[in-house]
């Protein structure tokens, strides 16, 4: 078609005019409606408040997370990144003070663990990440890795305002939902086992009173420090004198969000043979037996030089002495530090640990986890003497920073002793005269001595049942007594003094460089050897990690050391293994391993300990020992025992009170106790070596009996010294000038004053007799007969019995034995109808007919109170 005619359709170029006017207009309108709209909006409504105008006029505290905190009400804001989401960090809590009611003292390590924030919907959601299993991404399983894993939300405080930028944005929180509350962590005593804590005098958490006293921040980690206040204001009892008030009790906790490290650190896995603190893991894609990866605990140790066999570290572990340390132990503090690095050098570290005294004037706080300090505290209520934490990151076991916590009353002996050996022992008598399931078996209260206060499940850190220090100032004590009792110089008492803080300082350091106990190191020497420094070298156990006994020579002997003064030789082997580069090579670490099998090197930590009735198998591995003959050791102890309680009238003879005496009878007194439950775990006990199967033989399998003679050894030495006529006596004019110093009216709330010498010697007995009637005692003499025992429970009871009753089944016992034997005949009862190991319940009766029997004889010569203890026993016997 020719459109040239109709001049290409003119009505098409008019419509395209008029559409032109009508977007003009529909412009104009729009423009116009925005500015009525504008005009119109009504006054009050502001334009959002961003996070500078929500903060005005607060407190800013810039760090890894930026903090805000309102002046006039207190409440704090914390600012998170878009870019922070889903980025994990560190969150680690300690309480900075307390009292022991609340499960808290100073420098208390209570948890560290992995967070990490996530956005759900208008909340920042605090997650706690679990890091406890390892899933290999090169197996298809691992597509299910968090099946069955629940997650913990902590808080989910809301979002108050969100700045926008390229950079991504940025939201403001309310942090007072994380912090004072108990959100984040468990801060009161809670419950144990379903049951509510005796220490639930404290109360429930006051809102009012709890808050915020101090915030600092730095780049890598931002401390909150809050003051928890817990009311109870029907308090039924006011707990310690460390109480001011038991309606209101505070407790100072700081909690520490710490930036993830970077990923440099090689994580080093956990070997069974060694003593290392570790980070559980386990890999849920492997198909092995035991799918453990455990990461141990350990500095970040660099050589300056990777070729030289020895070299500085890059940086080395700094320890800072507090500046309220006593100046006259500085020097002995430093050095036994130091006296690590000759343990480090056989990693190929010199230097790695250095010490420096913090200045008067330093403008950093001692609770800066920035800085590892040995620090110190005098509390009303020792909790420890000695206690060294760390805490690392649960990703890799790397050790990000530590303390070690000294009480001022190691130095002066100011622990409570009555704890070591009650002043009123009719507590102990209550509790284990009962032949009871729940008292009798698991509560002996005289193996108790060595526990740690009681705290709550938020504080069962792994170094929270380090009560090393509370056991050396009951050894102590009781060295000092002895070496009095000898004659010694003032200057013999200020060595062993020394040569304790020495000894105390390198424990704890060892457990600051991821080291746990190691029980079994003081069975190194014989009960000769220990006592010879030529031989010993400054170190008579093989750790430094061990409780041993002080090790006070018998009369005839020169005195040795009385405690390591240096690492020993498992020490330097465990360093050796946590630290070295060398054992980044599978050969290297093979070879060194396959050391464990050498004397010095025995391991074995508080799992495998005997110090409870019925715990443990292994006697080699407990607490209070010494030598590789700990029967023999213990025979010249208790003739130690004798010899001080001789004279101890004559060294204590003070112008005041008879306090000094008081505490060193009961020291000594303790020692009895000690060594007697000592010799008990020979009998029934088993010899444990985990070294690995390639290096096993015949002569050295897991498991071993201990040798017949041996058993019988430790009943022979029982005999003599806990169950023999006044094995367990005391001399008349030390019993009568027992007075312990009158204080106010402490006598009406703890009993009669009078020395119950029955109640105390029955304890030691008790706890002796709680070790061999234990049904798991019972039974092992039985199971291991299926390996090597010779020593039956049957026979074991028949020799418990004779030293026990011997003569006395035709004679007058004195009443100490009368106590006991009333004692020995109510367990067997007890045994015979127990829900126990068959030939337990069968050798327990063979032991009551044993009695019987002759109990069968005619008594009518014998004194009025004989004859009615004898008809005593027979009434417990009815029906036998």
Known sequence: MNYSAFGQFPFISCLKRVAAALSALLAFCAVAAAEDEESEKPEGIAEKEGIAQKTEDHIFSEG??????????????????????GREFISFSYSENGVLEAGHFRGAYRDNRVLKFERKYDRLQLINVNTRFH???????????????????????????????????????????????????????????????????????????????????????????????????????????AITDPRAVTVTMQHSFIAMPDEEFVPRKDDYRIGYFFEKVTDLTSADAAPYRDLINRWRLEKKDPDAALSDPVKPITWWIENTTPHKYRDTIRD?????????????????????????????????????????????????????????????????????????????NRAALGDVFPANPEQLYETLSRPTAAKTWHHDNAD????????????????????????????????????KATGASEDEIDALVREAIYFLILHEIGHTLGLNHNMKASSLYDPLAVHDREITQGAPTG???????????????????YYNQRPGHYDDWAIEFGYSPAMEDADARTMLLARSTE??????????????????IDPRVMI????????????????????????????????????????????ALSQRGTMARIMARQIGGVYVDRRAPSQSTDRNLPYTPVPEETQKAAMRALADYVFAENALGVPPELASRLQRQRRGFEFFFAGNEDPKLHSQTFAIQQSVLSQLLHPATLQRLTDTQAYGNTYSSYEMLSDLTD????????????????????????????????SIEPNSRTAALAALQKIRLKMGAIDFWLPPETRAHRAQLVRLMHGI
């Open 803 to 834: 030293a026990i009753f011997g003569n006395d089944l035709v004679g007058t016992p004195s009443t100490f034995r009368k106590n006991l034997q009333i004692a020995y005949v109510e367990r067997l009862r007890f045994l015979v109808d127990a």
């Open 543 to 561: 750790s430094v990690m061990d409780y041993p006994a002080v090790n006070i020579a018998p009369t005839g002997l020169t005195q040795g050391d």
């Open 448 to 483: 108790r001595e060595h526990s740690l206060p009681e705290l709550t499940p938020a504080t069962g850190h792994k170094h929270g049942a380090c009560t090393m220090a509370a056991h050396m100032t009951a050894q102590n004590a009781f060295g000092i007594a002895a070496l």
């Open 336 to 412: 036994a530090a130091l006296a690590w690095n000759k343990a480090f050098e056989k990693a190929g570290f010199t230097n790695a640990i250095r010490v420096e005294v913090q200045p008067d004037d330093a403008q950093w706080d001692a609770g800066d986890i920035r800085y590892n300090v040995l620090r110190w505290t005098s509390s009303p209520i020792p909790p420890f003497g000695g206690y060294g934490p760390n805490f690392s990151n649960p990703r890799t076991g790397e050790i990000l920073g530590a303390d070690v916590m000294l009480e001022y009353s190691f130095l002066t």
């Open 624 to 667: 209070g020992d010494m030598s590789s003959d700990p029967v023999a050791y213990g025979r010249d102890r208790m003739d130690l025992v004798t010899t001080t309680l001789a004279s101890l009238v004559d060294k204590y003879d003070e112008e005041n009170s008879w306090q000094e005496l008081v505490r060193a009878y009961r020291v």
């Open 599 to 616: 004397p010095g090197n025995a391991f074995g930590n508080d799992a495998d300990d005997m110090r409870r009735s019925g715990s443990g």
């Open 64 to 85: 890894l997370f930026d903090i805000y905190q309102d002046p006039e009400s207190g409440t704090a804001f914390m600012v998170v990144d878009e870019a922070d989401l």
């Open 135 to 241: 899933f290999d991404e090169d197996k298809a399983v691992s597509r299910a890795s968090e099946a069955n894993i629940s997650p913990a939300i902590l808080a989910a405080p809301k979002i108050i305002t969100t700045d926008e930028s390229d950079d991504g944005d940025r939201y403001l929180i309310n942090i007072d939902q994380i912090f004072l509350g108990e959100g984040l962590h468990k801060v009161g005593p809670g419950n144990r086992g379903g049951r509510t804590s005796s220490r639930s005098i404290i109360g429930g958490l006051a809102p009012d009173r709890t808050g915020y006293k101090e915030i600092r921040n730095y780049p890598e980690n931002t401390n909150v420090i809050i003051d928890y206040t817990f009311s109870n204001p029907d308090a039924a009892f006011g707990g310690s004198d």
